[in-house]
């Protein structure tokens, strides 16, 4: 289940929610005042890495070659 961000209109609170993506677009209840009001905002993330333009992971090899 994908984890959703949403921000109260109330108290302007942000909190995450785990939920089903059938459930994403229902009412949430801000956990800090109760308020019915919250907004579901858009998530971003990043992803890291070295600089020295290796992988993460090693490439995949050939066991016959």
């Known amino acids: 289940m994908p984890m959703y ?3 109260c209109q109330e108290c302007q609170q942000p909190f995450e929610k785990l939920l089903s993506m059938s459930r994403a ?3 949430q209840v801000c956990p800090t ?3 019915k009001q919250t907004q579901r905002r858009l998530s971003t993330f990043a992803v890291g890495g070295g600089s020295t333009g290796r992988t993460a992971t090693p490439p995949r090899t050939s066991p016959f070659t």
């Open 33 to 35: 005042c109760g308020s």
């Open 5 to 7: 961000e949403f921000i």
């Open 25 to 27: 677009d229902e009412p």
